[in-house]
């Protein structure tokens, strides 16, 4: 379904913004890249991907090719679904997933399908945009939650390139800012240049209508983040849980997952306090960002805690009352060790949640903070399928109240436990197949014979 043209006014105020913002992308990509690498933000041999210069061979050239889009870490997880189910259905069909952050290639990489290429993405500058779209010439652009990038966005479907944003979701700051009269007129035409736009949530939906997106092309589906958790573990990660379920030795436990700088304060005050209750407590604290692996550490060390680095592979003692995971990519592995997983980024007021669809997945008994985001959706709707699936507490005082009554109760902790599970399965249910058929309908040419949905 073609989308609708804004109008002539409005478009002719989206278009010189564009060459305005066109030519300041140009002019500062040169800077902004160096800027990145020094900071350590690129990577060190392949950061030339970032302009559009590819380190993989374009496999069955002339053929259409379907390119991913993810930013970082948790866009390119809940792109990996559609990824796999595109690979299974159209076996052969080249496929290409790019992301912008290390953290993400270093998790994404070793769980792609076979044959699919991970590139790191061009910078939104005409001339890596341009080379990029040039040498993979792909057929079919698939971008990620908030991927509204307007050199890929304009440069793509100029080409007769189908566009689609998957996961669709904008912030209220990000909404305040393209509301203005200097953002509206461009992301009104960047929306009217798209094919779909599949919103996670009905208020993500009406963002994106007062932007003017064409109604016709907004088609709810699901959110793709219930998906993430939807994977059986393979052999490696059975054997790692196996491992830690020895070295745990049926102690009472509990998990902190995605904890940002200054959560972590919280976390080990209230871990201190059950351990006057219980005191072979142990506590799983996984740090958000790898850059806080050491203060965290640090935190440990000043507080004499007696604490493991899984990296090391030191062995947990029954001394241990710490086991901090400072690996990547083992979230979802670790879910299925413990049976209370407390989310992170939810702690504090400038946080805004992450998933807890794999923790619900594994059967953890999940709780989440006060500061949840455009999560606040997810807990609502396994809300209303079960109020026991997951538990937002106001802050630490109730933490610590509802995590001595879950280690003290297997009754109460076995009933939020198969609340989450349960209301994750009916969640997750077909969400992959919706938005698959939704880029059918929406984003693929009927005419290429290669495509068969």
């Not at 109240?401 to 436990?417: F, H, P, S, V």
Request: charged share 20%.
């Amino acid at each position: 379904m073609p989308a609708r043209a804004p109008a002539p006014a409005a478009a002719r105020g989206g278009l010189a913004l564009y060459e305005l913002y066109r030519a300041a992308s140009r002019a500062a990509a040169p800077a902004v890249l160096l800027w990145r690498r020094l900071q350590g933000l690129e990577h060190p041999s392949r950061w030339p991907e970032r302009l559009g210069r590819p380190s993989a061979a374009r496999p069955r050239p002339g053929s259409p090719l379907v390119w991913f889009h993810a930013v970082s870490l948790g866009e390119g997880m809940a792109a990996l679904p559609v990824v796999r189910h595109c690979a299974r259905l159209h076996p052969g069909l080249p496929v290409l997933l790019t992301t912008t952050t290390l953290s993400s290639f270093d998790v994404i990489k070793d769980l792609l399908p076979d044959g699919v290429i991970h590139q790191f993405a061009p910078l939104d500058c005409p001339d890596a945009i341009d080379s990029f779209i040039g040498y993979w010439k792909p057929s079919l652009v698939l971008l990620m939650e908030s991927e509204l990038w307007p050199n890929l966005i304009m440069s793509a479907t100029a080409k007769g390139i189908a566009v689609a944003l998957l996961n669709a979701r904008m912030s209220l700051k990000s909404f305040n800012r393209w509301s203005i009269p200097l953002g509206l007129p461009l992301v009104s035409l960047m929306l009217s240049k798209l094919s779909l736009v599949a919103p996670l949530s009905t208020i993500q939906a009406v963002r994106f209508q007062l932007l003017h997106t064409p109604p016709g092309i907004i088609h709810f589906a699901g959110d793709l983040k219930y998906a993430v958790g939807d994977v059986n573990a393979g052999e490696t990660e059975v054997n790692k849980i196996k491992d830690l379920w020895q070295q745990f030795s049926n102690r009472p436990l509990w998990m902190a997952a995605s904890i940002h700088r200054g959560e972590e304060e919280v976390i080990l005050r209230v871990h201190d306090e059950l351990l006057k209750i219980y005191p072979t407590l142990l506590l799983i604290l996984v740090p958000r960002h790898p850059q806080d692996f050491k203060r965290f550490s640090l935190a440990l060390k000043k507080q004499r805690v007696n604490f493991v680095l899984r990296s090391t592979k030191e062995v947990v003692s029954s001394s241990t009352r710490v086991y901090m995971v400072d690996t990547l990519g083992e979230l979802r592995m670790l879910y299925r060790t413990t049976p209370i997983a407390v989310i992170g980024g939810s702690f504090l007021p400038s946080l805004a949640g992450h998933n807890i669809s794999e923790a619900a997945a594994a059967g953890c008994a999940v709780m989440t903070g006060p500061h949840v985001g455009h999560f606040y959706h997810m807990l609502l709707e396994m809300w209303q399928i079960n109020p026991l699936a997951v538990k937002q507490v106001a802050g630490e005082v109730e933490l610590l109240q509802i995590l001595k009554e879950l280690l003290g109760d297997a009754k109460t902790l076995g009933a939020r436990q198969r609340a989450a599970k349960d209301a994750f399965s009916i969640m997750s249910d077909g969400v992959v197949n919706r938005v698959w058929n939704l880029v059918c309908r929406f984003a693929i040419d009927f005419q290429t014979d290669a495509w068969n949905c």
